[in-house]
């Protein structure tokens, strides 16, 4: 079964950091484009990062300056560095992979940024 699971969420400060993970079982994440998305409490979901199979990047305006998508084919794996976060950087962090009508979607990591 293909499956898609996010990791690196947590509590981090104001200016602080984390890293995101997105790992895809049961398939191959190269052939796949995959988006990160959030959804904050009240909000609507929305787009952050989306890097393509040939590695094309795009980022929202928000995150430009501050977030970096980047995969790792060998290990089957797109990380999203956050940097300079702020609090409204709190969200559930989403990744999705996308080919062709494939759509597979991960459960979520908690992103919180208080102090």
């Known amino acids: 079964q293909v499956q898609l699971a996010e990791s690196g969420g947590g509590l981090v400060q104001p200016g602080g950091s984390l890293k995101l993970t997105c790992v895809l079982s049961?398939?191959?994440?190269?052939?796949?484009?995959v988006t990160w998305h959030r959804q904050a409490p009240g909000k609507q979901r929305e787009f952050v990062a989306s890097i393509t199979s040939s590695g094309d990047v795009n980022c929202a305006d928000f995150a430009k300056g501050r977030f970096t998508i980047s995969r790792d084919n060998a290990k089957n794996t797109v990380y999203l560095q956050m940097n300079s976060l702020k609090s409204d950087d709190t969200a559930v962090y989403y990744c999705?992979?996308?080919?062709?009508?494939?759509?597979?979607w991960g459960h979520g990591t908690q992103v919180t940024v208080s102090s």
């Open positions: 049961g398939g191959v994440l190269s052939f796949f484009t």
């Open positions: 999705d992979a996308r080919r062709m009508t494939t759509d597979i």
